[in-house]
């Protein structure tokens, strides 16, 4: 893995990982909004491998 890579999966780890400590888990439109930043970050890591894979 290249450094570039190392840095942008450090980066989205963290935001993941203050995202979910700060996330209210009983309103209802949290799911929805938890499903939409999955899909996201999932588009992100996609775009990732095809921009620096081999």
Do not use: C, H, P, Q
């Amino acid at each position: 893995m290249e450094i570039s890579e190392v840095v942008v999966y450090l980066a989205l780890f963290l935001s993941i990982a203050l995202n979910v400590l700060n996330i209210d888990w009983r309103n209802s439109k949290t799911y929805k909004n938890a499903l939409m930043i999955m899909v996201v970050l999932a588009s992100g890591v996609g775009l990732m491998f095809l921009i620096f894979g081999t």
